[in-house]
Nanobody, 125 residues
Framework: QVQLVESGGGLVQAGGSLSLSCAAS????????MGWFRQAPGKEREFVAA????????DSSDSVKGRFTISRDNPKNTVYLQMNSLKPEDTAVYYC??????????????????WGQGTQVTVSS
């Protein structure tokens, strides 16, 4: 089992920045591909970004590319999502997720085994 706890969400004005963290406990964090997803009211959960087990490779959706950065600190068992130039359409609950051996399928939420409880991000216009 892996337990994931997100933090750092909140209310920010458009153009502002937020930094999300996801602390993991349980099994070996460095074995897991880590991803960030988000879900807005009435919409499906969508892929935001993912990072490989050693942090050497990242991927992000077109909608956040150039604005959001995913990173990880394996000794601290933590993955981060730095969000800059936020837009109202970024408003959603943000979730971190963990999966083993899923890099080829990193954008699919069903491939991840463990999920955090989510943290709300609200961007006002």
């Amino acid at each position: 089992q892996v337990q994931l706890v997100e933090s750092g969400g909140g209310l920010v004005q458009a153009g502002g920045s937020l930094s999300l963290s996801c602390a993991a406990s349980g099994r070996t964090f460095s074995n897991y591909v880590m991803g960030w997803f988000r879900q807005a009211p009435g919409k499906e959960r969508e892929f935001v970004a993912a990072i490989s087990v050693d942090g050497g490779t990242t991927d992000s959706s077109d909608s956040v590319k150039g604005r959001f950065t995913i990173s990880r600190d394996n000794p601290k068992n933590t993955v981060y999502l730095q969000m800059n130039s936020l837009k109202p359409e970024d408003t959603a609950v943000y979730y971190c997720a963990a999966g083993i051996g899923i890099w080829a399928w990193r954008t699919g939420p069903r491939r991840y085994d463990y999920w955090g409880q989510g943290t709300q991000v609200t961007v006002s216009s």
